[in-house]
């Protein structure tokens, strides 16, 4: 009974191709990020999602397509991959508490991506 | 310069040591994440605060917002706590984390 998830948890792949990875969380928080973490091991917000809107879209390529269906599911499309996009990148979820504030963030597994 | 700077980037420790991580910031905040992540690579949330102190088991943490800083405290320091801590902040106004570089901790036997 994983928190959050992520599938895959590994993916390599050449340059050009367009790919997707999939978070989902069984916490019933109504947010979601997705955030990259590049070979520094610095991490940045990518985008976030609540109740199944966009609220955060940071400046990411547009090859970049976040998508949620539900407020289960965060799943991100990369277009045309490049060698710049191999990172690891994380799903993460929380809730909001009274006043609109932000409590913790839980973190899914991470997802390696290597482009070639 | 980072809005969030940690330090020390490196810090290596023989087993049972007391350890501090410091983080500093330069932005009004709303609250400040401590973050451990392991070798393999996922991530925890250790500590979410806003003012104070907090305690679970030998980690704390504290807190002081006039000064815009924040210290993670390790007691009785084990192998098993060779990890990455990262400290966030959550800028006032805003709804996103802005994160350290990270301290790599080494704790050996």
């Known amino acids: 009974d994983t928190a959050v998830s992520q599938t895959p948890k590994y993916l390599v792949t050449q340059m050009g191709n367009d790919k997707s990875i999939k978070c989902e969380q069984n916490?019933?928080?109504?947010?979601m990020y997705w955030y990259k973490q590049d070979s520094k091991k610095f991490l940045k917000i990518m985008f976030s999602?609540?109740?199944?809107?966009?609220?955060i879209n940071e400046t990411v390529p547009n090859r970049f397509s976040p998508k949620s269906p539900d407020k289960a599911h965060l799943n991100l499309h990369i277009n045309s991959l490049e060698l710049g996009d191999s990172a690891v990148y994380f799903c993460?979820?929380?809730?909001?508490?009274?006043?609109?504030?932000?409590?913790?963030?839980?973190f899914g597994p991470g997802t390696r991506l290597t482009v070639l | 310069k980072n809005e969030v700077e940690q330090s020390p980037q490196n810090l290596t420790a023989q087993e049972g040591e007391f350890i501090t991580i410091n983080c500093s910031y330069s932005?009004?905040?709303?609250?400040l994440h401590w973050l451990q992540q392991h070798p393999g690579g996922g991530i925890v949330s250790l500590f979410m605060?806003?003012?104070g102190k907090k305690k679970h088991g030998r980690l704390i943490a504290t807190i002081n917002i006039q000064e815009k800083h924040s210290s993670l405290h390790i007691t009785a320091s084990h192998p098993r706590d060779s990890a990455v801590y990262i400290c966030?902040?959550?800028?006032?106004?805003?709804?996103?984390?802005?994160f350290g570089t990270g301290t790599r901790l080494q704790v050996f036997p």
């Open positions: 993460a979820s929380s809730s909001r508490g009274s006043g609109g504030s932000y409590n913790e963030q839980f």
């Open positions: 916490l019933g928080h109504d947010t």
């Open positions: 999602y609540n109740n199944k809107e966009l609220i």
């Open positions: 932005v009004g905040i709303s609250a």
């Open positions: 605060l806003s003012s």
């Open positions: 966030a902040v959550r800028k006032r106004g805003a709804d996103k984390l802005i």
